[in-house]
């Protein structure tokens, strides 16, 4: 079974600058989960989604960040425009739903995206 | 919001030894869930708890859900060189948002 696709795996970037990141999650997975990781600390979720719709997008900055899943497989995520706080790995991660409507918090992540913002 | 403090925050030991860690929370958490990230790759599921006091085992793992479901604990049994990386607690309490702790990295001596 395929895993978490995700690229690019590196970006190097000036500034104010814009920058995209694709994820392509696990076949049949109707969640996807989007997850900045600053170096030293733990994944901070940013946005999840459950099919093409939102579930949570609290701690998305929505001044620079959007994020968008069509027709429910995909999804991409930008940055425009980028700050030097925004160098980090950003994780795509995806998750059967549970019968019940509930997550059992078994996500499936990909290898990440390494943003470094010069 | 929700935070987990997970200690200690690294430890060096030596080939063989038995490792403990923990993640603490001041909310409840209806699930309790330990990730492995390796470096350059994303976290894995090593064990997923989802009752209060339950005690589950993955090979050398073992954790446990605790009791007033504000924490949960890890152990790995003599200690492997392929048990380096960090070790992540996550907690679940309602829907579906899922919250790391800031993690423990693990270093092994051979």
């Known amino acids: 079974e395929a895993g978490v696709a995700q690229s690019p795996r590196y970006k190097i970037i000036e500034k104010r600058q814009s920058v995209a990141f694709w994820c392509n999650p696990i076949?049949?997975?109707?969640?996807l989960y989007w997850y900045q990781q600053i170096l030293g600390q733990g994944p901070k979720l940013l946005i999840q989604?459950?099919?093409?719709?939102?579930v949570d997008d609290s701690q998305l900055p929505k001044d620079r960040f959007s994020a968008e899943r069509l027709k429910g497989v995909d999804s991409t995520l930008k940055i425009q425009p980028a700050k030097l706080e925004d160098s980090a790995v950003y994780l795509c991660?995806?998750?059967?739903?549970?019968?019940?409507?509930w997550g059992t918090g078994e996500l499936f992540f990909g290898e990440g995206s390494r943003l470094t913002v010069l | 919001g929700q935070q987990l403090n997970q200690s200690p925050q690294s430890m060096f030991i030596q080939e063989g030894e038995d490792v403990s860690m923990n993640c603490t929370s001041s909310?409840?958490?209806?699930?309790w869930l330990w990730y492995k990230q390796d470096p350059g790759e994303g976290p894995v599921l090593l064990i997923a708890?989802?009752?209060?006091?339950e005690l589950t085992s993955n090979g050398r793992l073992t954790a446990q859900f605790g009791i007033t479901r504000k924490d949960s604990f890890l152990n790995i049994s003599a200690s492997i060189p392929s048990d380096v990386g960090i070790y992540f607690c996550?907690?679940?309490?309602?829907?579906?948002?899922?919250?790391f702790g800031g993690g423990t990295r693990l270093m092994v001596k051979p």
């Open positions: 991660a995806s998750s059967l739903e549970y019968p019940q409507g």
């Open positions: 909310s409840i958490f209806n699930t």
């Open positions: 708890l989802y009752k209060a006091g």
């Open positions: 996550a907690g679940l309490f309602t829907g579906n948002m899922l919250t």
């Open positions: 076949s049949g997975h109707a969640t």
């Open positions: 989604f459950q099919n093409n719709g939102v």
